[in-house]
């Protein structure tokens, strides 16, 4: 067991709920959940949350576009979020939502000290408001007359409302920065801060609003709600208990160790947040870090650009059903230089699972794994005298624990996993050095060949306890093919060289990493991120004016008809897509072949309808999945401006496999 080091208490933003999720959400949470874990692992006592953050204009416009309550809105979103963290294995130890009754409660009575302590008073705000972001601007932060952080339109907004006296903790701020230079990180951030926003002055900020009726009510002037940002921050005290009957876990775990955020929203956490605790004459968070941003073509990430993105898959779910949840932690992990701004493309989360995760970790974990199987009957030799290139390989593992622990002290997970890859890289070079596959040829120097053995399963046992809180599904394979219960590794007490006992039963480690053929995969990617805009678009209530428009559209030559290749086929059977309410899966004869052809018309036809109907196919479109199935093929609809569709057929029986032209 790993020495008690004391509590640990880390956050992440609380998500907003009011779109769908993409990848670039799963980067806090995912760095989150590896800190939590490599904290767990030396000795801390680790408290982790997360939650969402459901309050607010922006849940409030949304429900009501899609004629639904704000709770009947935000209700699938929160369970969506919540499956996004179990397939990316996130183990928090509290998910908070703002809806929650104790967090409401808990908010209303410290908005009301707050109000009887004199920190908050009753005025008149007028101000800009971007809506999408939740944040007022005063004229002078705009940029051309735009929301500073998104470049949206804002609205000029007068209002009564609540004020909390923001402008008098500036001074208590700036020596907050200055007692404690680490406070907020990186020091950009606290440049941006001082320069920006603290120097010009601060603003009283207006913390109700009588326009929003989704918010926590203030209890004694029930027609104001509770600005969202305001709720929000108190989420990481309320899912303590602070404000309840109980709370020891407020008193156990407060103040934070870290509030990690994104760099927009670094304002809210490195100023407001302090001023309200201060305010409360709480305890302050000990650090605020602000990290960069996952950028998709030089974009932010953001809810609602997320189905415009061009061929790029952003879903995270669909991202771990397709490639596993080490390689998406792996690649948020690894690739985004921590601070900074990083991008996203298909294409280099495809190298790096090729890279770093197949040829590298993958390729050493099973011929080594497999290299014991064939000469040592899997049993792990005895490690001899030390020779050739022992030594140098034995001082990069020994010098890992160390290099990684100071790269985890300073939150960098790109550069620990850096250090745990440099091993990984000098044992492949290993083994090229020492050919173990000439040793085999001479019973002489069996010995030899165990101890080179002997160090690369070492090797590789020390890079798996490494790699533990980033890899949480390999790093545990490859403990066990090492024969390590991976169970009893809890923390880094193993991680010297030497540790791992001759005898051992080791297994052969099935390939961890499949190799991906990358051409393929972009176009198999590309084909669905084409299928999800055509399933969009049809989706609109602009595409029933798009199908049927006669506007003038690119002629196209009889040579490009002729390569789409239409068929007749006939409906063998037909199903709906299970959790798909607009999907249907049809088995189409066309001639020879049967197949399997899913169609967004669910809504206009039922599966029997369909059975021994001959339909028109587009037969040479590449397939594609949808919802997880094969699509092999398009069937030809009509549809009219009022959004009546009919499938194509023909009026004679020409059986399946007719060509149509
Ligand atoms: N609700 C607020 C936070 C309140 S905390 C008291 C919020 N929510 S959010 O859903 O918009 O964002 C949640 C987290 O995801 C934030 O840290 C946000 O910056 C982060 N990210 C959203 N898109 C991102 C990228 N494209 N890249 C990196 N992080 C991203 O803000």
Not at 605 to 617: A, H, M, R
């Amino acid at each position: 067991m790993a020495e008690k080091k004391g509590t640990y208490f880390i956050t992440t933003p609380i998500y907003y709920t009011s779109g769908k999720w993409h990848i670039g959400h799963a980067y806090t949470t995912v760095v989150c959940d590896a800190i939590s874990r490599y904290r767990r692992m030396l000795g801390y006592d680790v408290f982790f949350l997360t939650g969402t953050d459901e309050h607010g204009q922006k849940v409030q416009e949304k429900a009501r576009e899609a004629g639904v309550s704000p709770k009947k809105f935000v209700d699938p979103l929160v369970d969506d979020l919540k499956s996004v963290w179990k397939t990316l294995d996130v183990k928090y130890d509290k998910f908070i939502r703002t809806t929650d009754d104790y967090h409401v409660k808990s908010v209303q009575k410290i908005f009301r000290t707050l109000y009887e302590k004199g920190k908050i008073y009753k005025s008149v705000y007028e101000g800009r408001y971007c809506t999408p972001c939740e944040a007022f601007w005063t004229v002078s932060q705009l940029k051309d007359g735009r929301c500073p952080d998104c470049g949206r339109e804002v609205t000029v907004q007068k209002e009564e409302g609540y004020f909390f006296r923001l402008s008098e903790y500036a001074d208590r701020i700036l020596k907050l920065y200055e007692d404690n230079p680490t406070f907020l990180q990186p020091k950009s951030r606290m440049n941006e801060m001082i320069n920006n926003f603290i120097k010009p002055g601060l603003q009283d900020l207006c913390v109700s609003r009588t326009s929003v009726d989704w918010g926590i009510p203030v209890d004694f002037d029930p027609k104001h709600t509770i600005y969202v940002w305001v709720d929000a921050l108190f989420n990481y005290i309320t899912a303590l208990g602070y404000g309840s009957d109980d709370t020891s876990l407020f008193e156990k775990y407060w103040p934070a160790s870290l509030h990690l955020t994104a760099k927009e929203i670094v304002r809210f956490h490195a100023i407001v947040w302090p001023a309200l605790l201060m305010a409360l004459d709480l305890p302050l968070p000990k650090q605020v870090y602000g990290h960069g941003w996952l950028l998709i073509g030089g974009d932010k990430l953001s809810k609602s650009k997320s189905d415009k993105i061009s061929t790029e898959l952003t879903d995270p779910k669909e991202l771990v059903e397709r490639y596993g949840s080490d390689a998406i932690r792996y690649f948020l992990l690894r690739e985004i230089p921590f601070g900074s701004d990083g991008v996203y493309t298909n294409d280099s989360l495809l190298k790096r699972i090729n890279g770093d995760l197949a040829n590298d970790l993958g390729n050493l974990v099973s011929r080594t794994t497999a290299m014991i199987g064939k000469y040592f009957g899997g049993i792990l030799p005895p490690a001899g005298a030390e020779e050739g290139t022992d030594a140098e390989l034995k001082a990069v593992a020994s010098a890992l624990p160390a290099k990684v622990l100071a790269a985890m002290d300073a939150l960098n997970a790109p550069d620990a996993l850096e250090e745990i890859f440099t091993l990984i890289r000098r044992a492949n070079k290993y083994i090229d050095e020492t050919m173990p596959w000439a040793l085999a040829k001479e019973e002489a120097d069996k010995p030899r060949l165990g101890t080179v053995m002997y160090n690369l399963a070492e090797s590789i046992r020390i890079s798996a306890v490494m790699l533990k809180p980033f890899l949480t599904v390999g790093a545990d394979k490859i403990l066990a093919c090492l024969g390590v219960d991976p169970s009893e590794v809890t923390d880094f007490s193993t991680v010297g060289f030497g540790h791992l006992a001759a005898g051992a039963k080791i297994t052969v480690c099935p390939p961890l990493f499949p190799r991906i053929d990358v051409a393929k995969e972009l176009d198999a990617l590309a084909a669905i991120a084409a299928a999800k805009k055509t399933e969009k678009a049809e989706k609109s209530p602009e595409s029933h004016k798009n199908a049927t428009s006669d506007a003038p559209v690119e002629e196209i030559s009889a040579e490009d008809f002729a390569r789409v290749r239409l068929v007749t086929g006939k409906v063998e059977a037909c199903e709906k897509v299970e959790n798909a309410d607009k999907l249907l899966k049809l088995s189409v004869r066309t001639g020879e072949r049967l197949r399997t052809v899913v169609s967004g018309i669910a809504r206009y036809y039922s599966p029997d309808e369909l059975v021994g109907k001959t339909v028109v196919v587009v037969a040479n479109l590449k397939p594609c999945k949808l919802r997880g199935i094969l699509s092999e093929g398009m069937i030809l609809c009509a549809e009219n401006k009022e959004g009546k569709l009919s499938i194509v057929t023909t009026l004679a029986d020409v059986g399946d496999g007719a060509t149509v032209r």
